[in-house]
């Protein structure tokens, strides 16, 4: 059974750090991409980080970029997104995916991790 938990959301203070975790199961991690999505209140879901987690190719959307860094620790087949500088435009439910071969149709998902960024 395949499965993927996000974890380490929580309330922190603009310009605060929350290290999110996506531990995953019963598929061959190195053959996924592993995706970060959040959705705020009212919005559309948003794609954030993905990671090649054969290589460690990473992308970022425009939103995060410079602020939010993904990783794996593929002994774990766990994915890693490291959130600096928060703000509170990033309050949202943060997913994570697994998106297998032939890619692109993001087949696996997670329950969420609320992250809210406010004094």
């Known amino acids: 059974e395949v499965q993927l938990q996000a974890s380490g959301g929580g309330l922190v203070q603009p310009g605060g750090s929350l290290r999110l975790s996506c531990s995953t199961s019963?598929?061959?991690?190195?053959?996924?991409?592993i995706g970060w999505f959040r959705q705020a209140p009212g919005k559309a879901r948003e794609g954030i980080s993905c990671?090649?987690?054969?290589?460690?190719?990473?992308a970022y959307a425009a939103s995060v970029k410079g602020r939010f860094t993904v990783s794996s620790d593929n002994a774990k087949n766990t994915v890693y997104l490291q959130m600096n500088f928060l703000q509170p435009e990033d309050t949202a439910v943060y997913f994570c995916?697994?998106?297998?071969?032939?890619?692109?149709?993001?087949?696996?998902w997670g329950q969420g991790t609320l992250v809210t960024v406010s004094s």
């Open positions: 995916s697994a998106d297998g071969p032939p890619y692109g149709t993001w087949d696996y």
């Open positions: 019963g598929f061959t991690f190195k053959d996924y991409h």
């Open positions: 990671i090649k987690t054969r290589d460690g190719e990473t």
